[in-house]
């Protein structure tokens, strides 16, 4: 029973997961343009968010990159650049867990505003409360492996997970056999995330595909050209507005 639960969730729902993610966030962006944004409370309230905005925000993405260039980057290139498992996990623990605790502390404080305070929570939607809900659960799993990580510092667990998601994204059919022996602490984090991806195309996380890379090579300066005299007069000569 066990080795067929391992397969539906890590061998069949990985696929799903990123078929949803995909797909949904393509027809999003086709049928609801004027949705795809982050849907922002500052005029609400400021100071808490952007505080808990900043840490949350810094730490999720050195989280996010670390994940990214850890797990999918393949083992052969490790070894050839001389970087064992054991240290590995060290950097994955000491990054990772100042990341992650900066994450989340961030998280309670936009928790907290979005759930306890009575304007902010009266703008948002069931979605939005329950993003912020399911990200901060997800940090706190993530936080709560390292105890575990600390227990195997040569690094084999991690190698385990690194088999997993390299797995699935070749299309490996037994990937879901490297996660069947791992702590259960670290199945529930695989699990929950793989859920927000589900969560991705239908909550304001799409923001997050909408990065404005193009301002890193815009111009200095925008070029503002007034209007012409006869344009800017022409609505003064005595003309009468409909309705």
Do not use: C
Not at 27 to 41: A, L
Not at 68 to 93: N, R, Y
Not at 112 to 133: G, K, T
């Amino acid at each position: 029973m066990s080795g067929y639960l391992d397969t539906l969730l890590f061998g069949i729902y990985p696929y799903v997961a990123l078929a949803v993610l995909v797909v949904g966030s393509i027809v999003r962006y086709d049928r609801e343009p004027y949705t795809w944004r982050s849907g922002s409370s500052q005029i609400l309230r400021r100071g808490q968010l952007i505080a808990g905005s900043v840490l949350f925000h810094v730490g999720v993405l050195i989280v996010f990159f670390g994940h990214l260039v850890g797990l999918l980057t393949p083992i052969q290139v490790f070894e050839a650049l001389g970087i064992g498992h054991g240290f590995k996990q060290v950097m994955a623990i000491v990054v990772g867990g100042i990341a992650g605790a900066a994450a989340l502390v961030g998280a309670s404080l936009l928790a907290h505003r979005r759930l306890f305070d009575p304007r902010v929570r009266a703008q948002s939607s069931f979605s939005d409360n329950l993003v912020i809900v399911i990200l901060w659960l997800q940090l706190a799993l993530g936080l709560l492996t390292i105890p575990v990580s600390v227990g195997h510092l040569d690094g084999a667990e991690m190698v385990k997970l690194m088999a997993w998601a390299q797995g699935i994204f070749t299309f490996a059919p037994a990937a879901a056999s490297h996660v069947t022996g791992v702590h259960p602490i670290f199945k529930l984090h695989l699990f929950l995330g793989l859920t927000i991806f589900v969560m991705f195309p239908f909550t304001r996380l799409v923001h997050m595909l909408s990065v404005p890379i193009r301002y890193l090579w815009r111009p200095g300066y925008q070029v503002v050209r007034s209007r012409p005299a006869s344009r800017r007069t022409a609505g003064r000569r005595g003309s009468t507005p409909i309705g």
